[in-house]
T-cell receptor, first 118, second 117 residues
């Protein structure tokens, strides 16, 4: 089974609208971290936001917020007031805390290609 | 430097050729990771270093792949006898933190796009 599932291969959104990018995850580890990265056409992975499995509140970073629903194993990214520069690939990723070898590597989803239209 | 630097930016190799991909992490960053990103996919973990020690190489797809970081700074990912399925973007990331602790951020480079023809 895939550990990270992103069900939206592509999305078109009008500028200034809010966007929700879906991410569900699968782990039996009680300790884990969830990340969202943006990858523009230049190729670099840009860190956006982090949510720990024990965090009580949803993470927020500027226009980015993470809608963390632990029971549903869901960690959707919300971008408020979208801008043309938000057009990029977006990846959800997870690091599991106690999985031994490879515990420090991230497991990524397949990504969502977001296109903001003027 | 200010960021993680990878070279070359693009590499075209003939099938069977050996290639070496270089990663210059941020100065002082202890941890260094290599990922492989196939077209239309998310990155997949290859290997991880803490300083010069390679602590995890479970993601390397075959024994044709070899990574080193002899002095705990610059790292090289070498692929011997390249095959077409090796075509991908190879991303390097570094982090200031040591292992342990879930929330430590990576800084990624822009990657090397390898095309095997």
């Amino acid at each position: 089974a895939q550990k990270i599932t992103q069900t939206q291969p592509g999305m078109f959104v009008q500028e200034k609208e809010a966007v929700t990018l879906d991410c569900t995850y699968d782990t039996s580890d009680p300790s884990y971290g969830l990340f969202w990265y943006k990858q523009p056409s230049s190729g670099e992975m840009i860190f956006l936001i982090y949510q720990g499995s024990y965090d009580q509140q949803n993470a927020t970073e500027g226009r980015y917020s993470l809608n963390f629903q632990k029971a549903r194993k869901s960690a959707n990214l919300v971008i408020s007031a979208s801008q043309l520069g938000d057009s990029a690939m977006y990846f959800c990723a997870m690091r599991e805390g106690d999985s031994g070898g490879g515990a420090d590597g991230l497991t990524f989803g397949k990504g969502t290609h977001l296109i903001i239209q003027p | 430097g200010a960021g993680v630097s990878q070279s070359p930016r693009y590499k075209v190799a003939k099938r069977g050729q050996d290639v070496a991909l270089r990663c210059d992490p941020i100065s002082g960053h202890v941890s260094l990771f290599w990922y492989q990103q196939a077209l239309g996919q998310g990155p997949e973990f290859l290997t991880y270093f803490q300083n010069e020690a390679q602590l995890d190489k479970s993601g390397l797809p075959s024994d044709r792949f070899f990574a080193e970081r002899p002095e705990g700074s610059v790292s090289t990912l070498k692929i011997q006898r390249t095959q077409q399925e090796d075509s991908a973007v190879y991303l390097c990331a570094s982090s200031l933190a040591r292992t342990g602790g879930l929330n430590y951020g990576y800084t990624f480079g822009s990657g090397t796009r390898l095309t095997v023809v």
